[in-house]
């Protein structure tokens, strides 16, 4: 697939703080790319410079082909930003701040089958001060959409969020892939980047780390992985120790937990089929992002980071 944005040795300072240390991804189009990484790592500072919102000392910037700088106003055209933090006028209603929105662009989307496929319809007239937490990002959201944008870059976009409108804004987020768009994903939740990304970069005291699907991520974090089940009769250990990438069986009260690698669930439960066992009450324990990020930096991704980076 071509490549919709391409960022090559990217470096910003604010004075003496380094926030982004010679940062290098590419985001092909179509894919839903994940910028991954505890707070103040410099993911924010790393996208805002990629739209042009932030002028970067050092590194070449390319969206659908356009320079951020020298292309500002065709950037702009085709680009829709969902910023971390924003502000809009409470006394005007969605309605109204759509329209608003949608009058800055050439080529506009529909504003009916926006607000419709955002769950935005019944709240045409609700004024903005009114809207609950998670009306208000799928309002940022389509804001985000409404130019009817090839690439869409969402900071955040569930910060504050309770479980089910997180939940919610990921089904909005796979809707709106759906429609074409390239997305650009910042976030500091490993479970948001395991559930939308196509590929993650990895980002830790403002420079890249890594960069891989989730899965590809979390296999290279070197992390055994466990079976635990119940069978439904006693066998001989021996049945599953020497199945390629078993490390260890041992027994824990009626459950039974296998730690090993590769193909693991599938090759307990083809070994015990064949010999006539059931394994019930089944759970996989695979390592994640979190390991990953473990493995990478040595830290944990709820850690704080360095102060001054965004």
Known sequence: MPAAIEVSHLRKTYGSTIAVDDVSFTVTEGEIFGILGPNGAGKTTTVECAVGLRIPDRGRIRVLGLDPRADREQLHAIVGVQLQASTLPGPLRV????RLFRSFYREP?????LMGTLGLADHRDVYYKSLSGGLKQRLSVALALVGNPRVA????MTTGLDP???????D??????DRGVTIVLVTHYMDEAERLCDRVALVDRGRVVAIDTPEGLADRAGVDKQVRFVPSTRFDDHLLTGL???????????????????????AVILALAAAGIQARDLRLDSANLEDAFVEFTGRHLREPAGKGRR
Request: proline share 2%; net charge negative; no cysteine.
């Open 153 to 156: 870059v969402l900071d955040e």
């Open 172 to 177: 909005l987020i796979d809707g709106v892939r």
């Open 95 to 98: 309605g109204e701040i759509l």
């Open 109 to 113: 989307a529909d504003l009916g089958e």
């Open 244 to 266: 390629p990438g078993v490390h260890s069986v041992e027994h824990d009260g009626e459950h039974v937990v296998v730690t090993g690698s590769g193909e693991l669930a599938n």
């Open 164 to 170: 089910q409108a997180r939940r919610d804004t990921w």
